[in-house]
């Protein structure tokens, strides 16, 4: 595990000029902010069970989508619970802790006891790279569903993320330019997490790979696929059902499922006054053609190649 202090990276004093985050490490070559250090050894050796399910992703690539996929899969289609229990709530964010500021480490119940005390068989969300992910998924072979997404528009909602969350005061050109060279608060490069995935799949049969485009093109082809994954079975009416909860409108209108009450309690821990747009936003593919000038396409373009050659 190489870990090293990047504060004075010239590109990552340009995010810092941007943001409130004021240090940053690189572990493994993936970036965090500075207060991620004292969560590594505990995430590594972190307890894993065999009948563990994990949802994996780069962030803002379609993983609130497929967990809520996931979990009603795993509780017999129980939509009253999904309505009346935060998604956050019935689905532990492993390292959440770990990414969060120093006042909001304090304050917030901390992540990844949360995962060890949930009751079995567990369902983990982590946007980690599979080379920081718990030593023991490696010999105990749980299941993990990922699901990528096209990196411009993971780029695009990135962007209005980290204004969501992070007061982020830049503008998207800077963002994307920084996003290719792999400088982002947190998880970056996604060249090198996507990489990291794919080598981590030796058992050709214990990730399930799925990305947002192909859910958005035939969602009951991929809730099958995933159903038979997890080995379910499902008729058709239920199918039917599932789809339609899993519907955009259905999120954005469902506050167990679109973050606003979590947002809520984090804004009041934080002190945010009026916080710039939503969780939910627009769930469509190709909304960075209302984005990218030329050179980013070029520049995406290259970053695209690299990420196919490896």
């Not at 004292?38 to 590594?44: A, G, L, V």
């Not at 309505?83 to 019935?90: G, I, P, S, T």
């Not at 790279?129 to 096209?150: G, M, T, V, W």
């Not at 058709?236 to 309690?265: G, I, Q, W």
Request: charged share 30%; glycine share 4%.
């Amino acid at each position: 595990m190489k870990i090293t202090n990047i504060t004075n990276n010239e590109n990552v004093q340009q995010l810092i000029a941007h943001c409130d985050r004021d240090s940053f490490i690189s572990v493994n070559g993936h970036i965090f902010p500075a207060t991620f250090e004292p969560y590594i050894q505990r995430i590594q050796e972190f307890e894993v069970f065999e009948d563990d399910i994990w949802v994996c992703s780069f962030l803002k690539s379609g993983t609130t989508w497929t967990q809520e996929m996931v979990w009603c899969l795993e509780n017999n289609l129980d939509y009253k619970t999904s309505r009346e229990v935060d998604l956050d709530e019935r689905m532990v964010f492993f390292e959440f802790s770990s990414i969060l500021d120093k006042t909001l480490q304090k304050q917030v119940p901390d992540s990844i006891e949360r995962a060890k005390q949930a009751k079995r068989p567990r369902i983990i969300k982590s946007h980690l790279p599979y080379d920081l992910l718990p030593k023991q998924l490696a010999e105990k072979q749980p299941r993990i569903i990922h699901i990528s997404r096209n990196i411009r528009d993971v780029c695009v909602s990135l962007f209005h993320h980290h204004r969501l969350y992070e007061k982020f005061r830049a503008s998207f050109e800077l963002m994307a330019k920084l996003f290719v060279r792999g400088v982002m608060i947190y998880y970056g490069p996604i060249d090198l997490y996507l990489e990291s995935f794919y080598k981590g799949n030796h058992d050709k049969n214990r990730i399930l790979f799925l990305t947002y485009e192909g859910m958005k093109k035939d969602q009951k082809r991929e809730i099958l696929r995933v159903n038979t994954f997890l080995g379910h079975e499902i008729s058709n009416n239920a199918l039917d059902t599932l789809s339609e909860h899993l519907s955009f409108d259905n999120f954005k209108n469902t506050p167990s499922l679109n973050k606003e009450r979590c947002m809520k309690v984090i804004d009041k821990i934080s002190a945010v006054n009026k916080r710039e747009g939503l969780f939910i936003r627009k769930g469509i593919v190709g909304d960075w053609k209302s984005y990218f000038n030329d050179e980013l396409i070029k520049e995406f373009n290259d970053l695209s190649e690299r990420i196919k050659e490896n």
